[in-house]
Nanobody, 123 residues
Framework: VQLQAFGGGLVQAGGSLRLSCAASGRTFSSYVMGWFRQAPGLEREFVAR????????YVIDPVKGRFTISRDNAKNTVYLQMNNLKPENTAVYYCAADGRLLWSSRWSDYAYWGQGTQVTVSS
């Protein structure tokens, strides 16, 4: 599967962005999808994941209540809605696909990656 992430940009603190990740191929619904981020000088960090049909989701505690992951299998797209953004959310955000259905937070368990989209939150 090939992934392309987009929707990043520059936003003021308190603002919102919705990231999208479009997947190619006919088997999108066979992948657990995840979002990761990487800030300058830091390691890639897991943010959220979603099950095959979208019924189960998980987001990390620092963004719980502000970020929501969802997917539309008919459109081969996964989303990350980010509300009440904070400067510490500034990073390059990546979408990733896991065909082994490990339900993991480790970047190494995701075999397919999008190119990343920059999110910058100004104070």
């Amino acid at each position: 599967v090939q992934l392309q992430a987009f929707g990043g940009g520059l936003v003021q603190a308190g603002g919102s962005l919705r990231l999208s990740c479009a997947a190619s191929g006919r088997t999108f619904s066979s992948y657990v999808m995840g979002w990761f981020r990487q800030a300058p000088g830091l390691e890639r960090e897991f943010v959220a994941r979603i099950s095959l049909n979208g019924a189960n989701t998980y987001v990390i505690d620092p963004v719980k209540g502000r970020f929501t992951i969802s997917r539309d299998n008919a459109k081969n797209t996964v989303y990350l809605q980010m509300n009440n953004l904070k400067p510490e959310n500034t990073a390059v955000y990546y979408c990733a696909a896991d065909g082994r259905l490990l339900w993991s937070s480790r970047w190494s368990d995701y075999a397919y990656w999008g190119q990343g989209t920059q999110v910058t939150v100004s104070s």
